[in-house]
């Protein structure tokens, strides 16, 4: 009955948060994305991985065994989110058709910022009276290179919630393959605790190239 709770708790306390976040999206509108034609990347800063507990609103932190910490454990399993969804998304903009490049040039600057799914701060595996699952958050702008106006917003959770945003948010749920029982599980494979979080990386990818498409 606990897990029940918990469970319940933890949906009502992020569908909550995610109401007052203040998230969403603001479309590209055409006039607007008829004078864009390259797109400088910035962002994607490489985030701090936890493991992290939940009963209702109580959290704690929870380390694997081994005496790596969690963040340092997906290093050495290979996840580099940050340069992954770079260019993956890089990837799928020229698919649209649009210049890619780093080069203060561009007509348009799209900003990429990690984060945790709300209300937690950090990408992170978390359980709340289940298994480990991974959940985070993605925060994708593009704005104009002279003026820095904000052409297009969206904000994405990747994250196993019942509850759908109703503020434009795009709600990602991840696969049942990545829950894991408890930290020793995540210990004993790390490959598939990283790939828990890259398993995301398609589905945001593939969604901005969608809606930036000309």
Same mark, same amino acid.
């Given at each position: 009955?606990?897990?029940? &709770?918990?469970?319940?708790?933890?949906?009502?306390?992020?569908?909550?948060?995610?109401?007052?976040?203040?998230?969403?999206?603001?479309?590209?509108?055409?006039?607007?994305?008829?004078?864009?034609?390259?797109?400088?990347?910035?962002?994607?800063?490489?985030?701090? &991985?936890?493991?992290?507990?939940? *009963?209702?609103?109580?959290?704690?932190?929870?380390?694997?065994?081994?005496?790596?910490? *969690?963040?340092?454990?997906?290093?050495?399993?290979?996840?580099?989110?940050?340069?992954?969804?770079?260019?993956?998304?890089?990837?799928?903009?020229?698919?649209?058709?649009?210049?890619?490049?780093?080069?203060?040039?561009?007509?348009?600057?799209?900003?990429?910022? *990690?984060?945790?799914?709300?209300?937690?701060?950090?990408?992170?595996?978390?359980?709340?009276?289940?298994?480990?699952?991974?959940?985070?958050?993605?925060?994708?702008?593009?704005?104009?290179?002279?003026?820095?106006?904000?052409?297009?917003?969206?904000?994405?959770? &990747?994250?196993?919630?019942?509850?759908?945003?109703?503020?434009?948010?795009?709600?990602?749920?991840?696969?049942?393959? &990545?829950?894991?029982?408890?930290?020793?599980?995540?210990?004993?494979?790390?490959?598939?605790?990283?790939?828990?979080?890259?398993?995301?990386?398609?589905?945001?990818?593939?969604?901005?190239?969608?809606?930036?498409?000309?």
């Amino acid at each position: 009955m606990h897990s029940v &709770y918990t469970r319940a708790g933890a949906l009502v306390l992020a569908a909550a948060a995610l109401g007052l976040c203040g998230c969403g999206s603001t479309r590209l509108e055409a006039q607007d994305a008829a004078n864009v034609h390259a797109i400088q990347l910035t962002g994607f800063a490489e985030p701090h &991985y936890r493991l992290q507990g939940r *009963f209702v609103l109580k959290t704690y932190n929870v380390e694997p065994k081994g005496g790596d910490s *969690f963040s340092d454990a997906m290093a050495k399993a290979g996840l580099h989110l940050g340069a992954e969804m770079k260019a993956a998304i890089a990837q799928s903009l020229r698919d649209d058709g649009y210049q890619v490049d780093d080069a203060a040039a561009a007509d348009a600057i799209l900003e990429v910022e *990690f984060g945790g799914a709300p209300p937690n701060s950090d990408p992170m595996y978390e359980a709340a009276g289940a298994g480990f699952k991974p959940e985070y958050s993605v925060n994708v702008r593009l704005r104009d290179a002279r003026t820095k106006k904000s052409l297009f917003h969206q904000f994405y959770v &990747y994250r196993d919630n019942s509850i759908s945003p109703i503020d434009g948010t795009i709600l990602l749920k991840p696969d049942a393959q &990545y829950e894991f029982q408890n930290a020793d599980a995540i210990a004993a494979d790390p490959k598939r605790a990283a790939d828990g979080f890259r398993a995301a990386i398609p589905l945001v990818a593939g969604s901005v190239g969608t809606l930036l498409k000309h």
